[in-house]
């Protein structure tokens, strides 16, 4: 979220400490990612690379040097990747990717993380990287180093994005109609009424909504001391997760907000995905619908 950079702070010990409450946070949803999936493994051969040790070094705060990153099966096609802890404003985020496998093998790539050597062995097992897609301006850090991975893959800017990162050349801008590429497999929705706009998009196959910033769902103690409560209070922690507070303030044309929602809720939601936070694996439609009760 934001502007990233990486985050190593703090002693060993605090690190350690956290590390043994992040491990069985990391642990758990393995066994709900994989029992929703029948603890089948993988049929495409790409691998569900997220061992044990890798998970201990990522919180430890080794992520960026062991390039441990990989992709594990979320649901019927579509893969998702732990990319490394950042800092915003102090704050300490998780971040994710999703991969969406099209029927012809064309790969949907979801504000992409830094992409390690495991990651890209894992993503060409799954076939071959076409679209390359920011969901908000706020997502974009990585799209050059992946479109120099991927060169024939197509770029896509989010809302606004054109104008700030002059730098990269973007085939297509998301709008409300999904582009040729995914249609009839992922719809979007871009959600107005803001100062900021994020497309958040609905893989059919799998029921997976897929958010940036607009739904994160962290754990209720995943901020330590203060920061804790200030997250508790902005309204983006368990049981009662959704967009930022100071984010929905912000939403002054609420006719043009609830229509984006409408759409959301228009789909048969039953995972959803984020970039920031625990995935939800069942009845997300219902979770959904919490997150934005303060719009409806
Ligand atoms: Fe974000």
Same mark, same amino acid.
């Given at each position: 979220?934001?502007?990233?950079?990486?985050?190593?702070?703090?002693?060993?010990?605090?690190?350690?400490?956290?590390?043994?409450?992040?491990?069985?946070?990391?642990?758990?949803?393995?066994?709900?990612?994989?029992?929703?999936?029948?603890?089948?493994?993988?049929?495409?051969?790409?691998?569900?690379?997220?061992?044990?040790?890798?998970?201990?070094?990522?919180?430890?705060?080794?992520?960026?040097?062991?390039?441990?990153?990989?992709?594990?099966?979320?649901?019927?096609?579509?893969?998702?990747?732990?990319? !490394?802890?950042?800092?915003?404003?102090?704050?300490?985020?998780?971040? &994710?990717?999703?991969? @969406?496998?099209? +029927? $012809?093998? *064309?790969?949907?790539?979801?504000?992409?993380?830094?992409?390690?050597?495991?990651?890209?062995?894992?993503?060409?097992?799954?076939?071959?990287?076409?679209?390359?897609?920011?969901?908000?301006?706020?997502?974009?850090?990585?799209?050059?180093?992946?479109?120099?991975?991927?060169?024939?893959?197509?770029?896509?800017?989010?809302?606004?994005?054109?104008?700030?990162?002059?730098?990269?050349?973007?085939?297509?801008?998301?709008?409300?109609?999904?582009?040729?590429?995914?249609?009839?497999?992922?719809?979007?929705?871009?959600?107005?009424?803001?100062?900021?706009?994020?497309?958040?998009?609905?893989?059919?196959?799998?029921?997976?909504?897929?958010?940036?910033?607009?739904?994160?769902?962290?754990? !209720?103690?995943?901020?330590?001391?203060?920061?804790?409560?200030?997250? &508790?209070?902005?309204? @983006?922690?368990? +049981? $009662?997760? *959704?967009?930022?507070?100071?984010?929905?303030?912000?939403?002054?044309?609420?006719?043009?907000?609830?229509?984006?929602?409408?759409?959301?809720?228009?789909?048969?939601?039953?995972?959803?995905?984020?970039?920031?936070?625990?995935?939800?694996?069942?009845?997300?439609?219902?979770?959904?619908?919490?997150?934005?009760?303060?719009?409806?």
């Amino acid at each position: 979220m934001g502007e990233r950079r990486y985050e190593r702070s703090g002693s060993s010990a605090s690190r350690a400490r956290s590390a043994i409450s992040k491990t069985i946070i990391g642990v758990g949803i393995l066994p709900v990612v994989r029992s929703m999936n029948g603890e089948q493994p993988s049929s495409t051969g790409a691998p569900h690379a997220y061992p044990f040790l890798a998970i201990v070094l990522r919180q430890l705060g080794y992520e960026a040097r062991m390039g441990d990153v990989a992709l594990y099966e979320f649901g019927p096609g579509i893969w998702t990747s732990e990319g !490394p802890i950042i800092s915003f404003f102090g704050f300490r985020y998780p971040t &994710r990717m999703a991969v @969406i496998r099209l +029927p $012809n093998r *064309g790969l949907f790539v979801w504000s992409p993380v830094a992409l390690s050597t495991t990651l890209k062995q894992d993503v060409d097992a799954l076939g071959s990287v076409r679209c390359l897609v920011s969901p908000s301006r706020l997502h974009h850090l990585y799209l050059g180093e992946w479109k120099s991975a991927y060169p024939s893959a197509r770029l896509y800017a989010s809302p606004d994005l054109r104008a700030k990162r002059k730098d990269l050349a973007f085939d297509a801008d998301l709008g409300d109609a999904p582009e040729s590429e995914w249609a009839g497999e992922i719809d979007q929705a871009p959600v107005r009424g803001s100062f900021l706009t994020e497309v958040v998009f609905f893989h059919r196959e799998s029921g997976t909504a897929i958010f940036a910033d607009l739904v994160q769902n962290f754990p !209720p103690d995943w901020f330590a001391s203060w920061r804790g409560v200030l997250a &508790r209070l902005d309204g @983006i922690c368990a +049981p $009662n997760p *959704g967009p930022p507070r100071e984010w929905r303030a912000t939403f002054f044309n609420r006719g043009a907000a609830r229509a984006s929602l409408r759409a959301i809720l228009s789909w048969p939601i039953e995972r959803v995905l984020m970039a920031h936070g625990d995935p939800v694996c069942a009845d997300g439609l219902s979770f959904v619908r919490r997150a934005f009760g303060w719009l409806l």
